[in-house]
């Protein structure tokens, strides 16, 4: 692909404004300042397409940019705690009415974690719903500059260790202050452009996955709004 001509397509905060699928579609996802807007600005050669904000999880949108034959879905960050209920289970209703929409052509998430920090709660949740639903993804590590190599390594094994199936997921570490991992980014956009399925995992993949969720209470505070309902991962029968 030609990654100097992105554009802004579309962006909408309600589901009944969610545009009809009419292309493939790649979709970026992770904490509210996880680095997602940067990564996507760096991706598209673009330095303020997808705006990069001091102020996380302020508007829950899902933004649209095309370029050729593919929309890069921007979806609203979660994990933010000072946000409202309310926004919460917007947040909720908005990326599930868009992740279970059976008719889109959802061929690939990029699932964006801090490489600096363990895995939130949300993440992990939002990992078991993608394996669950057979989303093809793969996980960005961001933020790379930030740790010197000894910590890198440190933080790849626990990785290992805290997120479901990682041993059958690609995995890419980045920087969208230095570049790194960009162009690997790229290649894997190349590949589903092209039609390739390659990131699918089995559907049996997440078979172990109670070692790696507690079930919240219904009352618990959520810091993330997956208690809009829609996110819950499947709970095994
Ligand atoms: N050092 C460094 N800072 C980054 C990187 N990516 C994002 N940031 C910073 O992290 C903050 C949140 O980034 P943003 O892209 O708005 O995150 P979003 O909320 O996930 O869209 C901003 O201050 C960015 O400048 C990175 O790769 N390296
Ligand atoms: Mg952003």
């Given at each position: 692909m030609n990654y100097q001509n992105a554009q802004f397509y579309?962006?909408?905060g309600r589901l009944s404004q969610m545009p009809k699928s009419d292309r493939t579609e790649i979709a970026f996802a992770g904490r509210s300042n996880v680095g997602k807007s940067s990564l996507l600005n760096k991706i598209l050669n673009r330095k303020a397409l997808a705006r990069v904000s001091s102020m996380p999880g302020k508007t829950v949108t899902?933004?649209?940019f095309s370029l050729?034959?593919?929309y890069f879905v921007d979806l609203p960050g979660y994990g933010y705690a000072k946000v409202s209920k309310r926004e919460k289970e917007k947040w909720g209703e908005l990326i599930g009415g868009y992740l279970n929409d059976g008719e889109r052509q959802l061929e690939l998430v990029?699932?964006?974690i801090d490489i600096r920090h363990e895995p939130s709660k949300e993440d992990i949740m939002m990992i078991n719903f993608l394996i669950d639903?057979?989303?093809p993804f793969v996980i960005v590590f961001t933020k790379a500059d930030k740790l010197k190599p000894s910590k890198?390594?440190?933080?790849?094994?626990?990785?290992a260790n805290e997120i479901p199936c990682f041993d059958q997921i690609t995995s890419i570490v980045a920087s969208a202050q230095t570049g790194e991992g960009i162009e690997d980014i790229r290649a894997i956009i190349d590949e589903v452009s092209e039609g390739a399925e390659i990131y699918h995992l089995p559907p049996d993949a997440n078979d172990d996955y109670e070692d790696f969720y507690d079930e919240p209470?219904?009352?618990e505070e959520q810091s993330g709004g997956f208690s809009g309902g829609y996110l819950r991962p499947n709970t095994k029968p």
């Open positions: 579309t962006s909408f899902i933004n649209f050729e034959n593919i990029f699932q964006l639903n057979e989303i890198r390594e440190e933080r790849m094994a626990g990785f209470e219904d009352d």
